[in-house]
């Protein structure tokens, strides 16, 4: 990335919204001396402010990252443009930072599928649903691309419908038994209009033990992950997945499942969501974790 052109355009995004440098500091929580090195180009801010800083600027993350305005028809081009510069620098970088900025990429393409892809929706459809993006689409060749080698799921939700929270769990089952129950992520939307539409993302890291989970709408996201397979040796296992294949209607107040990541060290058996749902978890798989979501109203 091209720290110097970021820094000016930081520096003209400031300006625009009248906010001094210090004023700007002062909204992030940090000194002025961080934002003029910014904008000089000595470094780039830490990407844990990203969100935050490009929201104050009225700016996209794409456009922080390219350092210039980007035009709507531009916007898939240069947004690939920005992965692949991303990936370059990740190469130089400690194994730790490698994996923040995958999880980074991920994110930012969720951010580009829900600002910039606003469909109407179809009367077929149900009017509250999740559903996973299309394996073909261009949006998840690029994940892909970008994520482990187990890949991305990634799902769309869209809701006609006001409700209050949005929970994500996952659930450890061993050889068929039930072990522990996690809640993954929390979104609370009491008191104030809730999103109509967002993307749920999980992302494997078999190599490192982890996956990790990210939620986000038109204003907010939330993200964290999970360990798997603790406390065994050797890591000579099987892996494969089942998740949600078509348009599943969200039924408010129950929950439901979205995704089971399935490893085994001999035959792995692979089952339905639907099946999981209803309890039946296969004894033939060492571990299986069940995801699932609930909305409530």
């Known amino acids: 990335m091209d720290m110097n052109k970021i820094g000016k355009y930081i520096a003209e995004n400031r300006k625009k919204q009248g906010l001094t440098q210090k004023q700007l500091a002062d909204k992030l929580g940090m000194s002025d001396k961080s934002v003029s090195k910014w904008e000089r180009g000595v470094c780039l801010p830490d990407v844990s402010i990203y969100a935050e800083l490009c929201h104050i600027l009225n700016i996209s993350i794409n456009e922080f990252l390219a350092g210039e305005d980007i035009r709507e028809e531009d916007l898939i081009i240069k947004s690939e443009d920005n992965l692949i510069q991303i990936a370059r620098d990740s190469n130089h970088r400690q194994k730790s930072l490698k994996r923040i900025i995958r999880v980074l990429i991920v994110l930012l393409i ?57 929970t994500l769990y996952v659930s450890e089952y061993r050889q068929g038994e039930f072990v522990k129950k996690i809640e993954l992520t929390w979104t609370n939307y009491e008191g104030m209009e809730s999103a109509k539409e967002g993307m749920l993302a999980i992302v494997p890291d078999f190599d490192n033990g982890l996956v990790s989970v990210a939620v986000t709408d038109e204003s907010s996201k939330t993200q964290t992950s999970f360990p798997i397979l603790e406390h065994v040796e050797g890591w000579d296992f099987g892996r494969s997945a089942s998740q949600i294949e078509e348009q599943k209607a969200i039924e408010f107040g129950c ?27 296969p004894e033939e798989n060492d571990y299986l974790y069940y995801i699932t979501y609930k909305f409530t109203k």
């Open 110 to 166: 969720i951010a580009i599928l829900v600002s910039e892809r606003i469909l109407l929706l179809n009367l077929a459809k149900p009017k509250n649903y999740v559903e996973p993006i299309a394996k073909d689409s261009i949006e998840m060749k690029v994940a892909e691309i970008m994520s482990f080698a187990d890949g991305p799921y990634i799902f769309n939700y869209r809701l006609k419908d006001e409700f209050e929270e949005l």
């Open 255 to 281: 929950e439901q499942g979205l995704l089971a990541l399935i490893y085994d060290g001999d035959i792995l058996r692979v089952m339905p969501v639907s099946d999981l749902e209803d309890g039946n978890f």
